[in-house]
Structure formats: C-alpha cells, structure tokens
DNA sequence: CGCATTTAGGAACGATCGTTCTTGACTGAT
DNA sequence: ATCAGTCAAGAACGATCGTTCCTAAATGCG
C-alpha cells in the first residue's frame, strides 16, 4: 500500500559512500546528497534518519560490499601482488581512510566499523602473504594515503 | 604608534595547529578558534587574512617547528627506533595526516605544503635507515592511522 | 471508485558557518 | 595634551548547515 518509491536504497547507499568517500564528511552537505543521490530529502530522512544514520550506512555497506570481496579475493593468494596495487592506485581505500582519520575519533560508531573492517583486512593480508610475508596493511594503507595526498579538482568544482 | 598586540602570533599559530590536528577542518569553526586561541575575531582576520589562511600558516609552522626538528633528529641515525615509536605513539603527525587525506585533494597549497614535507621525512628515513633499512615512511603513516582511528572523546566535548 | 498510506516536491525552520562592521579603549609620536 | 593609528570587544551580516513541516501526487486495498 502506498506510492511505491522512486529509487534503489543500495544505488544511494553506493553514490553516498563514493560522496563520503570523495569530500570529508562535513564537506559534504545533504543538499549535495540530494542532488547527486536523486532521492529528495523526505525520503533520505524517512529512509537513513539523519545525514549521520545514511553515513553509517554508507560505510558499513562499504564495507561489506566493497573491502570485503577484495579482501578475499586478497585471502586466495592468488594474484597478490595485483590486489595491492589496486588497492594503493585506485579509491577502494579512501572511504576507510577518511573514516579512519576524521570520523573515528569523534565517533565511537564509525570507530567500531573501521576497527571490524581493518582486522579483516589484517586477516585477509596475513593469510594472503603467509608465504610471501613483505608488505603490511599498515604500508599499504600509508601508500594510499600518499597517493591520495595530491590536489585532483573535483567534478563538480564548476557546477552552480 | 598604535596599541600594542596583546597574543603571542606565534603560540597563536601553535595552538591553530593543535586544533586542527585534533578536528577536521571543517569541524573546526572560527569560534572555536577564537575561543581556544584567545584572539578575538578581528586580531585573527587582520593577521590571517581568513580560516583558511590560518590553516595554511599553522600547517607550515608545524611543518617547519614540529616535522623538521622531528626529521633531522631521524636523519643522524641514532635512536631511530625511538624516532619511530614517537612518531606513531604520539599525535606529531596528526595534522599531516588530515591534511594529506581530508584536505589535499580540495585545496592545491594544502597539497603543496603536504608534498614538501612528506619528501622531507622520505628524505630523513632513508639517511637513517641505509643501513638497518627496515620500516618505510609509507608504514610509519599506516601505523599511525590506525593508532588514530580510534573513538577518543576530545576534552571540549562537555563544554557549554 | 474512494480511503488509507507512502512518496515526491519544496518551502521554511532555527542554528551555525565564515566574514565584516561599529564602537570604544589603549598607545606612540608630535 | 592631542591626534593618528592599532587593537579589543562584540553585534550583525548573508549564506549555508541539518532538519522539519506542509501539500500534492501516486499507489494497494476495501
């Protein structure tokens, strides 16, 4: 009963965690989530509850949906070296990273899934490099700090 | 001719730092820093031009007063373990670390500032470890993130 | 067909943002 | 002592923040 909604939850929960992972939390304003998700802002605060509730969620799917495959694929072995270079030359990382670095010491929630996400991590890099031993999350995650750390105009830096 | 300044420029720009190394940038507003600095507004506009002005000074200063001494003690090789364990244990890199990944990618000096000093300490890690070679900058940064990313309730959280 | 219910579309809220302006107090040079 | 010039103190600005409210449109069920 009742007019059926207009979007896919898992599409804005997706385009919510590249916003977050793109801008630093505060630097992302819910009229840019508006905006960029296509949902209005009833249905994001009937649906998340708060600009926080829909980050919480962002993150935690984030998590599960993003690192959580590349973290087994990581744990096969197989085509390890790969798997790290992905994960310091593409953006897989950043949304953890930005967590880690602002959110979670400010809040205990984002700090708990950032500390579930990075011991699986940990898991998946020990099983992977049993054998192998080099590299540790600890470099991969500075490496992708490192490559992050350049200034790359975003997108939308010229839209009204 | 004129009053005379009442604040100290430089433990004003000592103490921007702190904060801003504790926060976010944009979880840092000009009344915080009005507040915690003891310069009231128009001290902090005539000096500084603007909040990101102050940014940019603060995050020099700690660059020039805080990371360098830091590097060039690294760079004679003696007590490089000490070096290291500091630099991760303790908040010294903090600043760099916001504003290597929240702030860089918006703002070109920011990433200019970052870039300097992430080769100045490549540069001090590898004078003290052409030897004992082990740790790289990249892992000491990891490290230090996630010593960071965890929930730490910040002293002014229960001020009026 | 209506009735109940949920969404979409915006206007509007108080609060806070970074910044500017106004006013008065203070000091150094004439 | 007087005047010019700087600073302190805080009110006030428009803009934007996250959030809420109101109204109209669209569906499933009786």
Same mark, same amino acid.
């Given at each position: 009963?009742?007019?059926?909604?207009? =979007?896919?939850?898992?599409?804005?929960?997706?385009?919510?965690?590249? @916003?977050?992972?793109?801008?630093?939390?505060?630097?992302?304003?819910?009229?840019?989530?508006? &905006?960029? @998700? !296509?949902?209005?802002?009833?249905?994001?605060?009937?649906? =998340? !509850?708060?600009? %926080?509730?829909?980050?919480? #969620?962002?993150? %935690?799917?984030?998590?599960?949906?993003?690192?959580?495959?590349?973290?087994?694929?990581?744990?096969?072995?197989?085509?390890? *070296?790969?798997?790290?270079?992905?994960?310091?030359?593409?953006?897989?990382?950043?949304?953890?990273?930005?967590?880690?670095?602002?959110?979670?010491?400010? /809040?205990? *929630?984002?700090?708990?899934? #950032?500390?579930?996400?990075?011991?699986?991590? &940990?898991?998946?890099? /020990? %099983?992977?490099?049993? /054998?192998? !031993?080099?590299?540790?999350?600890?470099?991969?995650?500075?490496? %992708?700090?490192?490559?992050?750390? #350049?200034?790359?105009?975003? /997108?939308?830096?010229?839209?009204?």
């Amino acid at each position: 009963m009742g007019r059926p909604r207009g =979007f896919d939850e898992e599409a804005v929960t997706a385009a919510a965690a590249a @916003l977050f992972a793109a801008r630093a939390y505060d630097g992302v304003g819910v009229d840019d989530l508006v &905006q960029q @998700l !296509g949902v209005h802002r009833n249905s994001l605060y009937k649906t =998340f !509850g708060s600009k %926080r509730g829909l980050y919480l #969620v962002a993150l %935690r799917w984030y998590s599960r949906h993003v690192l959580v495959p590349l973290a087994d694929r990581l744990a096969t072995g197989a085509d390890t *070296e790969r798997c790290i270079a992905d994960l310091v030359g593409r953006n897989d990382l950043d949304l953890l990273l930005l967590a880690a670095v602002e959110r979670a010491p400010a /809040d205990a *929630e984002v700090a708990s899934v #950032v500390a579930e996400t990075l011991q699986l991590l &940990q898991r998946a890099l /020990d %099983r992977a490099s049993a /054998d192998r !031993g080099r590299i540790t999350l600890s470099e991969i995650l500075g490496e %992708r700090l490192r490559a992050r750390a #350049v200034f790359a105009p975003s /997108d939308d830096d010229s839209v009204d």
